[in-house]
T-cell receptor
Framework: AQTVTQSQPEMSVQEAETVTLSCTYD???????LFWYKQPPSRQMILVIR??????QNATENRFSVNFQKAAKSFSLKISDSQLGDAAMYFC????????????FGQGTRLTINP | GAGVSQSPSNKVTEKGKDVELRCDPI?????LYWYRQRLGQGLEFLIY????????KSGLPSDRFSAERTGESVSTLTIQRTQQEDSAVYLC?????????????FGNGTRLTVT
């Protein structure tokens, strides 16, 4: 079974600075998808960015980008020019292309933005 | 509606009582997932529905948990004889297809408190 590990329970960053959230995963599959979701206090999970494992190019969405290292099974999220609205729980997730394709989540990282 | 709707938003129940949680997915979304999130934890997969296929119940923690979905519409998650360890946020998500790249859209969840 696949597992996802987020080793940073909490992170903080100064407003306008850059922060990187770590994620590693374990799988025997060669093709899969990886996601970062944000969960603000409203509880709703919001998709931040996604990456296809067969693509070498790192995904980018505005201020959010990933560093995908397939051999190392690492998928970190970089947030540039941090804003107060970025404060939330961030979850890394793995999704197989086989079976039910359920998302397997990490334990999350709580990100605080200091003004 | 425009998004995934869950009701009730909060539910407090006494130990031993049954509860029913409701999820209205986005119209046209064929896949529907239920997840459980304990306080400060990641999301645990519970059950997955895809069209008229047999549901994937592999994540249900005990036989006190069950879920139904009528076609591609509303789903209900039922917990019988609730226990204090059932206290958590129950999140529902839907996606347009079972394609792994199709993102999951989450509702705001139901916070269940068992006293």
């Amino acid at each position: 079974a696949q597992t996802v590990t987020q080793s940073q329970p909490e992170m903080s960053v100064q407003e306008a600075e850059t922060v990187t959230l770590s994620c590693t995963y374990d799988t025997s599959e060669s093709d899969y998808y990886l996601f970062w979701y944000k969960q603000p206090p409203s509880r709703q999970m919001i998709l931040v960015i996604r990456q296809e494992a067969y693509k070498q190019q790192n995904a980018t969405e505005n201020r959010f980008s990933v560093n995908f290292q397939k051999a190392a099974k690492s998928f970190s999220l970089k947030i540039s020019d941090s804003q107060l609205g970025d404060a939330a729980m961030y979850f890394c997730a793995y999704r197989s292309i086989q079976g039910a394709q359920k998302l397997v989540f990490g334990q999350g990282t709580r990100l605080t933005i200091n003004p | 509606g425009a998004g995934v709707s869950q009701s009730p938003s909060n539910k407090v129940t006494e130990k031993g009582k049954d509860v029913e949680l409701r999820c209205d997915p986005i119209s046209g979304h064929t896949a529907l997932y239920w997840y459980r999130q304990r306080l400060g934890q990641g999301l645990e997969f519970l059950i997955y529905f895809q069209g008229n296929s047999a549901p994937d119940k592999s994540g249900l923690p005990s036989d006190r948990f069950s879920a139904e979905r009528t076609g591609e519409s509303v789903s209900t998650l039922t917990i019988q004889r609730t226990q204090q360890e059932d206290s958590a946020v129950y999140l529902c998500a839907s996606s347009l297809t079972r394609d792994s790249y199709s993102p999951l859209h989450f509702g705001n969840g139901t916070r269940l408190t068992v006293t």
